[in-house]
């Protein structure tokens, strides 16, 4: 069982940056693959980005695409995402998610989820 919590949300303006932490234990970290998903109010949940158990491959949605960046620290048991030119659409609650073995891009490939962090880019 893996337990995650996010942090690093908050208040910011267009063009800005936030750094998004999301902190495992109770599993064993190293294992699993690593996902963040984020959900707009009246939106459904959408993929942002995911990470690889060894950290050497990532995927990202398209609206993301370089301007996040998704890395993990297996010492820390932690994975980051590293938004920057943040824009007002990026406004959502962030959730990160764990899955064994292999990242995958659609919610239900993920059995460990946070509770998710509150993002505001204010234009």
């Known amino acids: 069982q893996v337990q995650l919590v996010e942090s690093g949300g908050g208040l910011v303006q267009a063009g800005g940056s936030l750094r998004l932490s999301c902190a495992a234990s109770?599993?064993?970290?190293?294992?699993?693959?690593l996902g963040w998903f984020r959900q707009a109010p009246r939106k459904e949940r959408e993929f942002v980005g995911a990470?690889?158990?060894?950290?050497?491959?990532?995927d990202y949605a398209d609206s993301v695409k370089g301007r996040f960046t998704i890395s993990r620290d297996d010492a820390k048991n932690t994975v980051y995402l590293q938004m920057n030119s943040l824009k007002p659409e990026d406004t959502a609650v962030y959730y990160c998610a764990a899955r064994l073995l292999f990242k995958g891009s659609k919610s239900d490939e993920y059995n460990y989820w946070g509770q998710g962090t509150q993002v505001t880019v204010s234009s």
């Open positions: 990470i690889s158990r060894s950290g050497g491959a990532t």
């Open positions: 109770g599993g064993s970290f190293s294992y699993h693959a």
